[in-house]
T-cell receptor
Framework: GNSVTQMEGPVTLSEEAFLTINCTYTATGYPSLFWYVQYPGEGLQLLLKATKADDKGSNKVFEATYRKETTSFHLEKGSVQVSDSAVYFCALYEGTSYGKLTFGQGTILTVHP | DTAVSQTPKYLVTQMGNDKSIKCEQNLGHDTMYWYKQDSKKFLKIMFSYNNKELIINETVPNRFSPKSPDKAHLNLHINSLELGDSAVYFC????????????FGNGTRLTVT
């Protein structure tokens, strides 16, 4: 079956540090890949997505590249802010079941001033 | 305007009671979902409905019964609540059968005492 594995958290960084959250996946086909973010007390929001190999998903500050050879979709940001403190979820959609996303276990990020 | 809204935000109840959570989306999406998030932030799909028809039912106890009166609403009724049902329940919606992103509500935190 499909699965998504994220790096263990929590991750603690100082403001302006570089962020990487690792994500690897297992899928039988060619999934679409997503990163979602969950701020405290809120639901998940889409951060970015990539639908095919070598695509770079981006929302101008976060980015992730779909690497089929390493089955990875690592999230990066060049300079984190305190407001980036949240839980980050990597997810995949394989298209065989209506909208059913397989989520990773989530990575808690805390950014200190 | 809130895209996916669910009520109540908090629900505290005793074991054995029956409770309902309501969800509405104003995005015109065809597909709606219920996800359960446990205390470790792990997200698991429970149900999905497409145009009022049940599509996904992920080995959820039959004490949980979703109801979709129309494609903009998906309610969750839970009978005979148990301590292990304590979690945050998220409603979500998306366009059917595509890799379109899910739009989540802000969650209902259910505490069973």
């Amino acid at each position: 079956g499909n699965s998504v594995t994220q790096m263990e958290g929590p991750v603690t960084l100082s403001e302006e540090a570089f962020l990487t959250i690792n994500c690897t996946y297992t899928a039988t086909g060619y999934p679409s890949l997503f990163w979602y973010v969950q701020y405290p007390g809120e639901g998940l929001q889409l951060l970015l997505k990539a639908t095919k190999a070598d695509d770079k998903g981006s929302n101008k500050v976060f980015e992730a590249t779909y690497r089929k050879e390493t089955t990875s979709f690592h999230l990066e940001k060049g300079s984190v802010q305190v407001s980036d403190s949240a839980v980050y979820f990597c997810a995949l959609y394989e298209g065989t079941s209506y909208g059913k996303l397989t989520f990773g276990q989530g990575t808690i990020l805390t950014v200190h001033p | 305007d809130t895209a996916v809204s669910q009520t109540p935000k908090y629900l505290v109840t005793q074991m054995g009671n029956d409770k309902s959570i309501k969800c509405e989306q104003n995005l015109g999406h065809d597909t709606m979902y219920w996800y359960k998030q446990d205390s470790k932030k792990f997200l698991k799909i429970m149900f999905s409905y497409n145009n009022k028809e049940l599509i996904i039912n992920e080995t959820v106890p039959n004490r949980f019964s979703p109801k979709s009166p129309d494609k903009a609403h998906l309610n969750l009724h839970i009978n005979s609540l148990e301590l292990g049902d304590s979690a945050v329940y998220f409603c979500a919606s998306s366009q059917a059968g595509t890799s379109s992103p899910l739009h989540f509500g802000n969650g209902t935190r259910l505490t069973v005492t």
